[in-house]
């Protein structure tokens, strides 16, 4: 079925008014990209903090009504509901219906990280250098919840594990990934040794994502996730955590605590400019700390103070 697509540009102030006048005259949807970011570049709105909704300084929504709708009673039911935002920049099309979640995956190639892990699509052919026995392999749906591999955070953890696999470290081992989201983390750590892994996220349809793709790899068994109200306290000797850093400074105290004595932790979704907030928030807790940059985004890394 086809629909009516609508769409605008405005500012980060006034999106919320833009959405719920959108919302209010009927729109089935209402999604949000940047306005400024480059078609080949991809600028995620990750795991937000407690009360926090980031996003954009310009941001292109895109309502969509059903396909019948008229297009001219809809811009008149926009300046009634809010007269005082400009609608004059409003565009409409009609667009066809298809999975958007499945056109997506189609774009998406295999990735490696580090030596032996690979992040391949569900629907994906197997390339040649993954197909060996030494190899790590998720196969991964995101299905509605963050984490593909393909932004600089999730890349940089992914090459963290795949590091700590040939130091001996995820050997038998207990991994936390806090902001599963997807679990690509957790699952890239079970295929890479670890024993058992645990996510944690405040978004229930990243726990289903996470459990369903556990079980497109054969290791649901061997995962368990929660709400972080949910979470049971434990120590693990490896912790993973790719959120953004307000979060990681204001969970900074609940992080340290997950980490078994000795353990490694990895704090992911940092910003280049961020990192040294972070550095010092966690110094207290955390040896032999360091900060390694992909593009414009930070991972830290440290050991447990014994």
């Known amino acids: 079925m086809p629909f009516l697509e609508l769409t605008l540009r405005c ?10 006048a959108l919302d209010d005259v009927g729109a ?6 940047d306005a400024d970011a480059d078609t080949s570049d991809e600028h995620a709105i990750l795991e937000p903090g407690v009360g926090e909704t980031p996003l954009w300084q310009s941001i292109v929504l895109s309502a969509l009504f059903p396909h019948e709708t008229d297009a001219l ?35 998406y190639e295999p990735l490696q990280f580090g030596r032996r892990t ?40 992914l090459a963290w594990l795949d590091t700590l696999a040939d130091e001996g470290q995820l050997d038998g081992r207990r991994v936390l990934d806090f902001g599963c989201g997807s679990g690509i983390l957790a699952l890239a750590a079970l295929k890479l040794g670890a024993a058992h892994a645990v996510g944690v996220d ?48 204001a969970l900074a105290d609940t992080l340290a605590a997950r980490v078994a004595p000795g353990g490694r932790i990895a704090l992911s979704g940092i910003l280049a400019g961020q990192e040294d907030e972070v550095l010092a928030r ?9 900060a390694d940059r992909l593009e414009d985004w930070i991972r830290v890394t440290g050991i447990r103070r014994r």
């Open 73 to 107: 009673i809809v811009l008149a039911a926009l300046e009634s509901f809010d007269p005082g935002l400009d609608w004059t920049q409003v565009r409409f099309r009609q667009v066809e219906d298809q999975d958007w979640e499945r056109a997506w995956m189609d774009q």
């Open 282 to 290: 966690y110094a207290a807790d955390f040896d032999e700390l360091r």
């Open 118 to 157: 690979w992040i391949v699509p569900w629907n994906h052919e197997l390339p040649a250098q993954a197909d060996t026995p030494e190899a790590a392999v998720v196969r991964l749906d995101p299905g509605l919840a963050f984490g593909s591999g393909t932004h600089p955070t999730t890349s940089l953890c």
């Open 11 to 20: 500012s980060e102030a006034e999106q919320p008014r833009f959405e719920a």
């Open 28 to 33: 089935l949807a209402v999604t949000m990209l």
């Open 202 to 249: 405040n978004d229930p349809q990243a726990l289903i994502a996470t459990h369903d793709n556990a079980e497109r790899n054969g290791v649901d068994a061997r995962i368990e996730v929660h709400l972080p109200q949910d979470e049971p306290a434990a120590t693990y000797p490896v912790v993973v955590a790719n959120i953004l850093a307000s979060a990681l400074i």
